[in-house]
């Protein structure tokens, strides 16, 4: 089975710009999660999509958003891009969503997408 | 709220010696816990879980952690490290019926020196 992949894997943006990444999870999971990765704050949550809906969000500003197309495709996008959000954004799959089981479901993460904002 | 303590930020260890990276963690409900590992320019690999049962877990490439509930502490060890084992390595939580969402340590650099 092929892994969570990731596109693009670098990125150079200027601030002000927008930025779409695109992650494509294990085949048939249904579940993705974003992280940002960042020297300063580490990696911390963004959000959680599952059936095309967001069950969870971190504590990201209104800039970051995301979405999930029917084949549990995802792409998050970050509006007027700050020097700030230059991070490695890691996406993560899992076959279900959180809360739907009480069994443990592992998360699979991509390589990243590197993204710098100049 | 759940938060997770590395008490190393940067580990140096010569090749053959053992090491440990320690982890504690804070949190009001039951959680999963976790070890994973990052080489250069990669995504997160999963090292080994706690989830119930043995407080005593065995992962990939040699490694092993034990959960310790009375010192919220769930260190990682191994006893001979390789040269390939340097990277950074992070230990997280995650709430057992909630979000699906890790709760991350800062990271622990592991170097390797031969």
């Known amino acids: 089975k092929a892994g969570v992949t990731q596109t693009p894997r670098y990125l150079i943006k200027t601030r002000g710009q927008q930025v779409t990444l695109s992650c494509s999870p294990i085949?048939?999971?249904?579940?993705v999660s974003w992280y940002q990765q960042t020297p300063g704050q580490g990696l911390q949550f963004l959000f959680e999509?599952?059936?095309?809906?967001?069950?969870n969000k971190g504590n990201f500003p209104g800039r970051f958003s995301g979405r999930q197309f029917s084949n549990s495709r995802s792409e998050m996008n970050v509006s007027t891009l700050e020097l700030g959000d230059s991070a490695l954004y890691l996406c993560?799959?899992?076959?279900?969503?959180?809360?739907?089981?009480?069994?443990?479901?592992?998360?699979?993460f991509g390589p990243g997408t590197r993204l710098t904002v100049l | 709220a759940q938060s997770v303590t590395q008490l190393d930020s940067q580990v140096p260890v010569f090749e053959e010696a053992p090491v440990e990276l320690r982890c504690n963690y804070s949190?009001?409900?039951?959680?999963?816990l976790f070890w994973y590992v990052q080489y250069p320019n990669q995504g997160l690999q999963l090292l080994l879980k706690?989830?119930?049962?043995?407080?005593l877990v065995k992962g990939i490439n040699g490694f092993e952690a034990e959960f310790n509930k009375s010192q919220t502490s769930f260190h990682l060890r191994k006893p001979s490290v390789h040269i390939s084992d340097t990277a950074e390595y992070f230990c997280?939580?995650?709430?057992?019926?909630?979000?699906?969402?890790?709760?991350f340590g800062q990271g622990t650099r592991l170097t390797i020196n031969p």
């Open positions: 993560a799959s899992s076959p279900v969503a959180s809360g739907t089981s009480t069994f443990y479901n592992e998360q699979f």
């Open positions: 085949s048939g999971h249904r579940s």
């Open positions: 999509y599952f059936s095309e809906t967001q069950r």
């Open positions: 949190s009001s409900v039951s959680v999963y």
């Open positions: 706690y989830l119930s049962g043995s407080t």
């Open positions: 997280a939580v995650r709430d057992i019926q909630g979000a699906q969402k890790l709760v």
